[in-house]
């Protein structure tokens, strides 16, 4: 069974030969591995394709060697606002980013981000630079196989995204994009604490941000269709929730932002592109709505906020699809924790269909890379029909 298989079947309420699985790493936890002795692991057999000033790699070593069953590709939705490395010394770079902020950076580390700027913060400066979410296709391409995420140069054509599309797809795992949802790119040219006042103190202001970053990300779509780029499902990452609550209330998040996300889900279905969502926190309220909505998959389902997958499966059945609440403070554990994170969620997650394995963030450096080795060990064991 190929891993778009695997992934559909569980979308579509079936069960497969073995549960779908995808992980995300932090920079740090990778460079433990390598350390560990990863690369010395994994065949680098990997195709590499090159353009005229640039390569890309034709999926991903290591994940194929985890049996990793989705391949990424990343979708920008930004102003794009000039990139500059701004300052660099041996420990941090200040990066002025194309969603239009500047942040501090620790190098080689994934950590909370300084925020030291944004382009939008006011009425007056988003009128300024309101024009610039337009798609210009003589522009190089939103789409690429390597994230857009504080990324300077290194861009390819339009052209080059549908030859790298094509090489990708003959991979047969199922593609999904990545790219920001209204709250999440708005925010980082806005403001994080600015746009959480502004959705109560300047709604109007806030659904105009958010209609410009729908519609952006609908025209760079269709423009992708239009090249013969058709992934299987759009990943929208739309950090919505706190470890106690959701950012807003359901009520708030239903007038706002509810509408885009119909918006944009409606037309993925029409056509045929699955809808995933990333959100962390604790968001079990607003699942009703993200389901109204049209989403198919919520993912990472934080673990230490108190959702667990065993007890939303109970509740919503295949209405929608679980992606991840692998605990990493569990897998952090040793041998005897995984196991019995795994073994008490995963089989009752899978039955059925309805459920991805991914842990409930990101896998963090106090995970060894023979604990993890033992993850997928009794994933192989427990997560198999």
């Not at 007038?255 to 045929?272: A, E, S, T, V, Y």
């Not at 604790?282 to 909505?293: G, Q, R, T």
């Not at 963030?361 to 997928?376: A, N």
Request: glycine share 6%; hydrophobic share 35%.
């Amino acid at each position: 069974m190929t891993g778009k298989q695997r992934v559909i079947r569980m979308l579509t309420g079936r069960e497969a030969d073995r549960v779908p699985r995808y992980d995300s790493f932090w920079e740090d936890t990778l460079i433990s591995f390598r350390e560990d002795g990863l690369d010395d692991m994994v065949p680098q057999k990997n195709r590499v394709i090159s353009f005229d000033d640039t390569q890309r790699m034709i999926g991903n070593p290591m994940n194929d060697w985890l049996g990793f069953d989705i391949d990424m590709l990343y979708l920008d939705n930004s102003m794009r606002w000039p990139v500059s490395v701004d300052s660099e010394d041996h420990e941090n770079m200040l990066i002025t980013d194309r969603c239009g902020y500047q942040v501090r950076k620790i190098k080689h580390k994934s950590r909370t981000l300084e925020l030291l700027w944004h382009a939008a913060p006011d009425r007056d400066a988003w009128q300024k630079v309101k024009g610039r979410f337009v798609l210009d296709p003589k522009d190089a391409s939103r789409i690429d196989s390597t994230s857009f995420f504080l990324r300077h140069g290194d861009d390819i054509s339009w052209d080059d995204a549908s030859v790298l599309y094509k090489s990708f797809r003959m991979r047969e795992n199922f593609i999904l994009l990545n790219g920001y949802g209204p709250f999440e790119a708005v925010w980082r040219y806005h403001g994080y604490d600015q746009s959480l006042m502004d959705t109560a103190l300047d709604p109007a202001l806030m659904t105009e941000m958010f209609a410009a970053v729908t519609d952006l990300t609908i025209e760079v779509l269709s423009y992708a269709l239009d090249q013969g780029i058709r992934p299987d499902g759009y990943w929208m990452i739309e950090d919505l929730g706190s470890t106690r609550s959701t950012l807003m209330s359901p009520e708030s998040y239903r007038q706002l932002i509810w509408p885009f996300h119909k918006k944009l889900g409606d037309f993925l279905h029409d056509n045929n592109m699955y809808f995933f969502i990333h959100s962390c926190g604790y968001v079990e309220s607003l699942i009703p709505s993200f389901i109204d909505a049209g989403i198919d998959v919520i993912q990472p389902l934080q673990a230490n906020t108190g959702m667990d997958v065993t007890h939303l499966k109970k509740e919503y059945g295949n209405r929608i699809t679980f992606w991840g609440n692998i605990d990493e403070r569990m897998l952090s554990g040793g041998a005897d924790s995984i196991e019995k994170e795994i073994r008490r969620k995963i089989p009752q997650a899978m039955e059925g269909g309805g459920y991805i394995y991914h842990s409930d963030h990101s896998i963090p450096p106090t995970v060894s890379l023979k604990d993890y080795l033992f993850l997928i060990k009794m994933l192989d064991a427990w997560g198999t029909c």
